[in-house]
């Protein structure tokens, strides 16, 4: 897990407002993958990018949308903030060798939305 | 759409007692992977399990994948204060897309 990179941290945003969450995979991994949180719960795959294309899609709303750039860095952005955004956003990244390769995880931007 | 249970959802045990965590999907699974997350942490890969009825150990945790694929298991023998945390399992669905379990809390008290 070493290597994923995001930011920032933490973040305090209000209803209604736009949020931009970055992240930088491992070295040499080409896969990046954002999944969220909540409290007490599991993480929930949100999308996952490829080729700087969105591979596949969980049951989230239009809200979220994502990019990933030449480098293989991906951001996340949430528009219309919600209450129940608020979460623990993860990336993790991965190589795009076939199915069900492990996932290395960045720490993590802690996300509040008041 | 796939499904992937544990249980139990919390366990508490005295330091030297063992700890099994059950995960069972809904559909068959090519493989399982198994993550650890320390409080306020993210999760780490653990281990995986590619084969029916595959038993992996890493030091006092057991892996265990199911003969028919659709459940597995992580058991710890004399759990340390050090295992404290949430142990999920994930399967796979389309490409590297994870789809995990609920998770299990252990607490391990000195």
């Known amino acids: 897990d070493a290597g994923v990179t995001q930011s920032p941290t933490h973040l305090i945003k209000t209803r209604g407002q736009q949020v931009t969450l970055r992240c930088s995979p491992k070295?040499?991994?080409?896969?990046v993958s954002w999944y969220q949180q909540a409290l007490g719960q599991g993480p929930q795959f949100i999308f996952q990018y490829y080729e700087e294309e969105e591979r596949q899609r969980g049951n989230f709303p239009d809200r979220f949308s994502g990019h990933q750039f030449p480098n293989y860095s991906s951001e996340l952005n949430v528009n219309a903030l919600l209450l129940g955004d608020s979460a623990l956003y993860l990336c993790a990244s991965s190589l795009n060798l076939g199915q069900g390769r492990k996932a290395f995880f960045g720490q993590g931007t802690r996300l509040t939305v008041v | 759409g796939q499904q992937v249970m544990q249980i139990p959802q919390y366990q508490h045990v005295q330091e030297g007692e063992d700890f099994t965590t059950y995960c069972n999907s809904s559909?068959?699974?090519?493989?399982i992977q198994w993550y650890k997350q320390r409080p306020g942490g993210h999760p780490v890969f653990l281990i995986q399990l590619v084969k029916s009825g595959e038993v992996k150990k890493q030091k006092r945790l057991t892996f265990q994948f199911g003969e028919a694929k659709k459940n597995s298991s992580l058991h710890i023998t004399a759990t340390q204060t050090t295992d404290v945390g949430t142990y999920f399992c994930a399967g796979p669905g389309a490409t590297n897309k994870l789809i995990f379990g609920t998770g299990t809390l252990l607490a391990v008290q000195p």
């Open positions: 070295s040499g991994h080409d896969t």
């Open positions: 559909t068959t699974l090519s493989n």
